[in-house]
């Protein structure tokens, strides 16, 4: 029996490669992650927002922290970005897959599932699974030929795991604009999980962990409608603030969780115990 279990929580000297370090959430996990010791190579398709965010963080927590830009749904960016990340970070022991997309276009990501476009369903589908599986795959490889007891966590929601209520988007916005939780991004979360399960059976034995991070709506610019339309789905009465996911990653990314494989960790406020 471990004597202390704090200690086991915190992730010093641990390296950290977060994709969509420098979004809503990513931010937070960034901060999150470097507090508790991390160093930090955060991957994000906006380069001055992630070198900007590596440069506070890293002098704020006085941990490394690097920023690489590109695309994750390239197979030979990814290769290169495991090379340079451990090249200047060293060992790669934690990879949160956290990276989405609403695609370049935010009406055709939104467009009713009769009038939905092939094309737009691909482009959702290639950053929000298809990049899963390459940087998964890499720096799964990484982690087996170094011989790291790996964490692999990857950014789920529960729109992978339950229908969306669409009574709620009734006369909803965000930032102005009319909202809605379109099929590709329910058929592709569904797949982060169905993955995570699967890489957890996989990757077992080679001590590698693999699970998913399931985050409720958080307050992010939507409007006093959606709110109370939201808010009336929770049993704890409100949408999340985003700092209430770091604790989660936290856990999942340590070793506080050390026999935890395969599980996905809902954090919605209890919207599926309906």
């Known amino acids: 029996m471990a004597d202390q279990i704090l200690p086991s929580f915190s992730l010093k000297g641990k390296h950290v490669l977060i994709t969509g370090g420098a979004g809503i959430l990513g931010r937070h ?3 999150g992650l470097a507090e508790a010791g991390a160093n930090l190579t955060i991957v994000d ?3 001055k927002e992630s070198i900007d965010l590596a440069t506070e963080v890293s002098h704020k927590y006085n941990i490394k922290a690097i920023s690489i830009s590109g695309d994750i749904s390239s197979p030979d ?3 290169k970005l495991v090379e340079q990340s451990s090249a200047e970070l060293g060992d790669i022991h934690v990879l949160h897959n956290n990276a989405a997309t609403k695609t370049n276009d935010l009406n055709a990501f939104l467009a009713p599932y009769e009038e939905y476009s092939l094309e737009t369903w691909k482009d959702v589908m290639n950053v929000n699974i298809d990049a899963m599986f390459l940087m998964t795959q890499a720096v ?3 982690m087996i030929e170094n011989e790291i007891s790996g964490s692999i966590i990857q950014t789920c929601s529960i729109y992978g795991i339950m229908g969306p209520d669409q009574r709620i988007y009734e006369g909803s916005n ?3 604009s009319p909202i809605s939780s379109p099929g590709s991004y329910s058929a592709s979360k569904a797949a982060v999980h169905g993955l995570t399960q699967y890489l957890a059976s996989y990757w077992g034995e080679k001590n590698i962990r693999v699970n998913s991070l399931t ?3 958080c307050e992010s610019g939507q409007n006093e409608t959606f709110l109370k339309n939201y808010s009336k789905r929770i049993p704890l009465g409100r949408m999340a603030k985003q700092h209430e996911m770091v604790g989660a990653l936290i856990y999942l990314a340590s070793d506080a969780s050390s026999y935890v494989n395969g ?3 809902v954090i919605d406020g209890g919207l599926n115990s309906w």
């Open 215 to 217: 985050p409720g709506g």
């Open 29 to 31: 996990f960034c901060f």
């Open 263 to 265: 599980h996905n960790l």
């Open 77 to 79: 960016f990814v290769s």
């Open 140 to 142: 799964g490889k990484h």
């Open 45 to 47: 398709l906006n380069a």
């Open 174 to 176: 965000y930032m102005g």
